[in-house]
């Protein structure tokens, strides 16, 4: 626990003797915890069994504070604090760093310039504040956070299947995803594959589109793809960070890192959309399509920038007015940095 002079109070709840002091607290005793301080933050507060009631106390009887409350995973916290802070949060959704972040902070050209590494080594801060050391802090990353923590909260009783799992996920990145199929890859049934699919998205380890469908018959309706929120990641479950000269999966990288990096960007810019992708039973497809404002726009994503790539003609014949577009190497940014 530590006071700053700017009356701000500090509380990480890994300190064993900082949960006793927020769980079951009545608001006499966080009264006398929190003195004349007007700012509280409380990190890793998803540790405190019943956070969120302890949230509501403080919010609802000091009145002149301001609670800040943080967490390595979204999962218990979220779970814990919806129904007593309804109407008295904001949440705030911190993912990797974005390219419009970076690019703030150097420029477009010099972000340009870490394409490369940035598909292959991902936007945790540690990664980007310490290139060199990014291979061994991806692996410790992926083995601390995707592993520990998600299994301690959620009492996961087969490690080895979550991990044969995400291996399986990531595998099959920029691809349609049968979990009929993954399960049976992995050894195990279609609800323990959606039950641990749900708990990674819930800890932002993974996110899933839709596909989209409205006025063909062959268009294919009720599937889906699953990217991982950052490309590192995603290369340290599978132990590979070669070259992208060297890769047969450069495609699949760079789809994922236009997609997450999209979400990213639209999030932060209170951009409202809706996410598919869109198939037909004869293969025809287009990468991502959002709607917003009444309009739909069709993106189909080429690494090599001479390749020849078009939206198919049914899609624009079923859907009038689309707006679509070509993302490439030399013209991404503007479709990562809104």
Not at 238 to 254: C, H, M, T, Y
């Amino acid at each position: 626990m530590e006071q700053a002079e700017g009356k701000a109070l500090y509380l990480n709840c890994d300190e064993p003797d900082i949960r006793p002091m927020l769980t079951n607290a009545s608001s006499t005793s966080l009264k006398a915890l929190v003195g004349n301080n007007t700012l509280v933050l409380i990190d890793e507060a998803q540790r405190v069994k019943n956070i969120g009631l302890t949230l509501k106390l403080l919010v609802d009887n000091l009145k002149k504070i301001q609670v800040i409350a943080t967490g390595s995973s979204a999962l218990e916290l979220a779970n814990e604090i919806n129904e007593p802070l309804t109407g008295r949060k904001r949440e705030y959704h911190l993912y990797p760093f974005s390219t419009s972040e970076l690019v703030a902070e150097t420029s477009v050209l010099s972000e340009g310039r870490m394409l490369e590494q940035r598909m292959i080594y991902g936007f945790y801060p540690d990664i980007v504040n310490s290139p060199a050391d990014a291979q061994a802090n991806l692996l410790e990353l992926a083995n601390n956070y995707l592993f520990k923590d998600v299994l301690s909260l959620q009492d996961i009783r087969k490690p080895a299947l979550l991990e044969r799992l995400l291996v399986a996920l990531a595998l099959q990145v920029g691809s349609e995803i049968s979990y009929n199929e993954i399960a049976q890859t992995i050894g195990t049934d279609n609800k323990t594959v959606d039950r641990y699919v749900e708990l990674l998205e819930k800890c932002f380890v993974v996110f899933q589109v839709g596909g989209f469908s409205r006025n063909l018959r062959n268009e294919i309706k009720k599937g889906k793809k699953i990217y991982f929120y950052d490309n590192g990641i995603r290369n340290a479950l599978i132990k590979n960070f070669s070259p992208l000269e060297l890769r047969q999966d450069v495609g699949a990288l760079w789809e994922n890192f236009l997609v997450s990096e999209r979400k990213k960007a639209n999030h932060y810019t209170g951009h409202h959309v809706n996410t598919y992708f869109w198939r037909t039973h004869q293969q025809q497809e287009i990468d991502l399509i959002e709607e917003t404002g009444g309009k739909l726009y069709a993106w189909e994503f080429k690494w090599n920038e001479k390749s020849k790539a078009r939206i198919p003609a049914a899609f624009m014949e079923a859907y009038p007015g689309s707006i679509d577009g070509i993302v490439n190497r030399s013209n991404y940014m503007g479709f990562v940095n809104l």
